[in-house]
């Protein structure tokens, strides 16, 4: 008998095998938001007695809470960055949620991504690869799987084949 074959691909020059799977959910379930600095480029917003005007440089955390508050309204007011994180971390480890790795194509050369959404909820998180090893958002896209599906090379992992 044939031993059993481990399944691997090959995406932007990079190796993906089934422990890099297990050791991205790891990592992306623990990882933090960049400490660089985002400008806010929608409307003046104010949360916790701090007014955030148009244009202000905001952390990355808080870009991306307030934009999934206030502009995308998929998170209620109350909604805290623990709350965010806490997301974050029930979507990659959920067994339910699908796994995307893809090219990002806003980077030249595409820089490798990692995309997990979670059909029941609708919500997707994005994680940059294991050089960079931080969130680069979550949100719940309107377009679902699609999303991810439309990425440059974009290979949806089996779970159980890859037992991830």
Do not use: C
């Amino acid at each position: 008998m044939a031993p059993a074959r481990t399944p691997s691909l090959t995406l932007l020059d990079h190796t993906i095998t089934p422990q890099m799977g297990r050791e991205i959910i790891q990592k992306a379930a623990n990882a933090g938001w960049g400490a660089h600095l985002l400008r806010w480029r929608y409307f003046d917003v104010q949360r916790e007695n701090v007014l955030y005007h148009r244009n202000a440089l905001v952390p990355s955390g808080l870009w991306h809470l307030l934009k999934r508050i206030y502009v995308d309204q998929d998170w209620p007011a109350g909604t805290s960055q623990e709350d965010l994180a806490a997301d974050i971390a029930a979507t990659i480890q959920n067994a339910s949620t699908e796994i995307y790795v893809y090219g990002y194509y806003r980077t030249d050369p595409p820089r490798l991504q990692w995309g997990f959404l979670n059909p029941q909820t609708g919500i997707a998180v994005v994680f940059y690869d294991m050089e960079a090893d931080l969130i680069a958002t979550i949100f719940k896209p309107e377009e679902g799987a699609l999303f991810f599906e439309r990425q440059i090379d974009a290979v949806k992992i089996n779970r159980t084949e890859w037992n991830v």
